[in-house]
């Protein structure tokens, strides 16, 4: 009964390489929000939607984008990937945009760039 | 923006030792406080959240209290597991009660038997 399901759990791709990381979610929930975790580090947010409304975080590199085609979607695509965008990328959702609509994480997709 | 501090680990001990992993905060008002946990392979789980200054989260043994004088969310647990190795994470909202969280660094929590 997986709620937040992240494919493939590894992607390999090599520099320079466009690759897109999906996300789906049972949920039904109108947030969906991308992280970045590098190694031994805390996770970084790099864009959210609402709904279908996407929101940037400011330092998040162009390099960077994301799609929702429908509720239960979010694709994160890298277009041009280097060796530091090697990560675990986690996916989240979310109810609502208050505090008191918890997180509920996919276990991840961990980049290789070769 | 806000901002969180949290012990750096890994935190290493016997089963049935007692549990502290340390976080402080900086944030304007009063945000709801979370703890997280990520398992090995996993994605990060919620463990605990406090809404409001002197609530006591709990859940699975672990403890933390809100506490604004100190701006402090400080994990606990009196006796732990192995099962209880993971990498555990406070984080508050970026801003404001929006839902975007900052994490702290993470500490690693390794229990021996």
């Known amino acids: 009964d997986a709620m937040v399901i992240q494919n493939p759990r590894y992607q390999v791709t090599q520099f320079g390489k466009p690759v897109t990381l999906s996300c789906s979610q049972t949920?039904?929930?109108?947030?969906m929000y991308w992280y970045q975790q590098k190694s031994s580090q805390a996770p970084k947010l790099l864009f959210h939607y609402y709904d279908k409304d996407f929101n940037n975080e400011a330092d998040t590199p162009d390099n960077f984008q994301s799609r929702r085609p429908n509720t239960s979607f979010c694709f994160l695509d890298i277009r041009s990937p280097g060796l530091g965008d090697a990560a675990m990328y986690l996916c989240a959702t979310s109810r609502g945009t208050g505090s008191d609509s918890p997180l509920h994480f996919g276990n991840g997709t961990r980049l290789t760039v070769t | 923006g806000n901002s969180v501090t949290q012990m750096e680990g890994p935190v290493t001990l016997s089963e049935e030792a007692f549990l502290t992993i340390n976080c402080t905060y900086t944030?304007?008002?009063?945000?709801?406080l979370f703890w997280y946990v990520q398992y090995p392979g996993e994605g990060l789980q919620l463990l605990l959240k406090a809404t409001k200054a002197d609530d006591k989260g709990s859940n699975k043994g672990f403890e933390a209290t809100y506490r604004k004088e100190t701006t402090s969310f400080h994990l606990e647990k009196g006796s732990v597991q192995v099962s209880d190795s993971a990498v555990y994470f406070c984080?508050?909202?970026?801003?404001?009660?929006?839902?975007?969280?900052?994490f702290g660094a993470g500490t690693r929590l390794a229990v021996h038997p």
């Open positions: 984080a508050l909202p970026l801003s404001g009660g929006y839902n975007k969280l900052i």
């Open positions: 949920l039904n929930h109108n947030v």
């Open positions: 944030a304007t008002g009063y945000p709801s």
